[in-house]
């Protein structure tokens, strides 16, 4: 929470002067979404210069079992048009490969935001990174497969409410 506030002081200082739409990546960013806005809000509201602050949520979809698929899919949102001169806040939960940010950010980039920056929870340390960065980073994390906090391994262990390494034994237990 400490790092999350942080990166939320970081955030308003970099885009506060203007219409700001927080941009959701579902599901595993909710909850980093949700504790995220709440400091963004309460730095917002007691600034001088107060911007709207608008939120929509997306879907992508990338994995299957603890791998990376070729194909990411974008489900749901508003028009994206509706992004055109705002600064848009794409908020993560984790970046691995890069692959996902990377092709969200090129649709996106169509659409005429004034400024686009993203914030990912977690970024792996992993050789099958494209080498893509995102703007704000919570923390970086060893290569191994996370969940929790709402992470998930198909779908399960999204409601722990910590991050933790999903051991091999889990991983056969919960394969689809
Ligand atoms: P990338 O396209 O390889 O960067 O993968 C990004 C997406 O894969 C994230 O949005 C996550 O949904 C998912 N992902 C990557 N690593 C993990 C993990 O360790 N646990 C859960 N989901 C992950
Ligand atoms: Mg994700």
């Known amino acids: 929470m400490d790092r999350t506030e942080r ?41 001088d210069k107060s911007v709207p602050l608008t939120v929509d949520f997306i879907r992508v979809k990338s994995y299957c079992n603890d791998k990376s698929t070729n194909s990411v899919k974008v489900i749901g949102g508003d028009e994206l048009s509706n992004l055109s001169g705002k ?6 939960d984790i970046v691995e490969t890069g692959r996902t940010m990377q092709t969200l ?22 050789p099958r990174s494209s ?17 929790g906090y709402a992470l998930d391994y198909n779908e399960y262990f999204r409601d722990l ?11 056969e237990k919960y394969k689809v």
């Not at 990166?7 to 941009?23: E, K, P, S, T």
């Not at 080498?131 to 497969?145: C, K, Q, S, T």
């Open 131 to 147: 080498g893509y960065r995102p703007d704000y980073i919570g923390f970086e994390v060893p290569d191994a497969f996370l969940v």
């Open 87 to 92: 600064n848009v806040l794409i908020v993560e």
């Open 7 to 47: 990166l939320a002081r970081d955030i308003i200082r970099d885009m506060g002067g203007h219409h700001i739409v927080a941009l959701c990546v579902l599901k595993g960013g909710y909850k980093f979404f949700a504790d995220l806005l709440d400091y963004i809000k309460a730095l917002n509201q007691n600034s």
């Open 105 to 126: 950010l090129s649709l996106l980039s169509e659409c005429n935001p004034k400024m686009v920056k993203v914030v990912s929870l977690l970024v792996k340390r992993t």
């Open 161 to 171: 409410s910590h991050i933790c390494i999903l051991n091999d034994q889990a991983k």
